[in-house]
């Protein structure tokens, strides 16, 4: 029986989920062959939260599934009190997963008097008592060397790519564009796994909404008609209608975009499907998304199957190098 075969013991696992993310984690569930327990939530009449975990954890494998995604901070509380709970309870292991993990954009002090969040919340996870930590797509690189405890950045480039060849798109008419240098070398992966050319765009960011997007992005895509612009998240939408509005003034007439993370703050997926060129909208559900019945353009694609894999290879302790036999092409950033 090959390793993805192998069933996971349902009395030595046990798979909660936080209130952030629970269709992924029942996907998750689904595909090890798992129950996903219960878990409890309530608020005191002071606004506490109260979290109990609907299943005995003595001497077993946790796994506890929470996306930081708005309300990030109730989000995040549930999950260090979940930890903290399988601790206390004697769990032999606690792994959280964190299929979109926000503060990853908080890397760098780029200002005075302000707190590298990202390796302060790697600090709380480790100090409440997780002993290993699952995420996908971290905004930078770095981040992963804040986390104290082992840590799996996963990717969703092989379930794009995968969905991507079957449109068996012309390389002497489509280009992969990155919207920034830190970007540029995911998408010049996942142009590489369809065989197309890549273009990287020179990004300014002005605010947390408004960004300038030049350089040489005219030259790199002249003689292209169809750009696939591939990047980690799209939050409020800015730079990716920057990024259309020149590539559009530059000849091209069809944009898709594939972002891993589809959070579309403040109307950002209204106007992006509003824009005509735009033709597709390819995401994943590691941030909840809205119903593709109301969003035509919009494709959310399941990364339930490729953590499941990873938690499966995690629990009987094999590598996460190859964790799927999606074609030529890695499906770990490891």
Known sequence: MSLKALPLTQSDVR?????????????MANWLGIRLEETHFSRFSNDNLFVQLGASVRGRAVFLVQSLVPPVSDHLMELLMMIDIAKGAAAREIHA???????????????????????L???????AGTTHVMTMTLHSPQVHGFFPVPTDPLTARGLFADYFRTRAFDAEDTVVVAPDVGSAKSALRFAEMLGLGAAVANKTRLSDSKVQIGGLIGRQVSGYRRALI?????????????LTRLLLDNGLEEIYLICTHGLFLHGALDRLCDIPQICEIV????VPQRSPRDYPKLVVLSTGPVFAGAIRQN????????????????????
């Open 121 to 127: 919340v790697a600090d709380l996870l480790r100090t």
């Open 315 to 334: 629990y009987y302790r094999q590598s996460i190098g190859e964790l799927f036999d999606f074609g030529d092409h890695d499906d770990t950033d490891q």
């Open 230 to 242: 591939h990047d980690d998240e799209i939050a409020t939408g800015g730079t990716i209608e920057e």
């Open 15 to 27: 798979l909660f989920s936080g209130r952030s993310n629970p269709a992924l984690a029942a996907s």
């Open 283 to 286: 995401t994943t559900d590691t």
């Open 97 to 119: 997963i964190i299929p979109y993990f926000s503060y990853a954009r908080s890397d760098k002090k780029d200002a005075p008097r302000i707190s590298i969040t990202a390796r």
